[in-house]
């Protein structure tokens, strides 16, 4: 079992920067990528980022130039560096962690509140 925490999140207006962090601890040997979801009130739950063992990253359209994923592999931490924040980023943002799709693994931070005012 693999747990994550988040860390980030809160108020931050229009044109503001802030950062998100993930951190898995447990079985970890078992996450083949992490990323980052969210959600808006009304909205399905969209991936915002994702990085891979390999290092690959997939970021979402609407985040594409101004979110960076990264990680820290020595600390099992992933890191959401968001910039140019528009008020239509506010949303929940969920971290996730994922196996293989033959392990069908996959398991959710708590999410954090992120709001960005115009």
């Known amino acids: 079992q693999v747990q994550l925490v988040e860390s980030g999140g809160g108020l931050v207006e229009a044109g503001g920067s802030m950062n998100l962090s993930c951190a898995a601890s447990?079985?970890?040997?078992?996450?083949?990528?992490m990323g980052w979801y969210r959600q808006a009130p009304g909205n399905r739950q969209k991936l915002v980022a994702s990085?891979?063992?390999?290092?690959?990253?997939d970021y979402g359209d609407s985040v594409k130039g101004r979110f960076t994923i990264s990680r820290d592999d020595a600390k099992n931490t992933i890191y959401l560096q968001m910039n140019n924040l528009k008020p239509e980023d506010t949303a929940v943002y969920s971290c996730?962690?994922?196996?293989?799709?033959?392990?069908?693994?996959?398991?959710w931070g708590e999410g954090t509140q992120v709001t960005v005012s115009s």
């Open positions: 447990g079985t970890v040997s078992i996450i083949t990528a």
């Open positions: 990085i891979r063992i390999d290092g690959k990253t």
């Open positions: 996730s962690a994922w196996g293989t799709r033959l392990s069908g693994y996959k398991d």
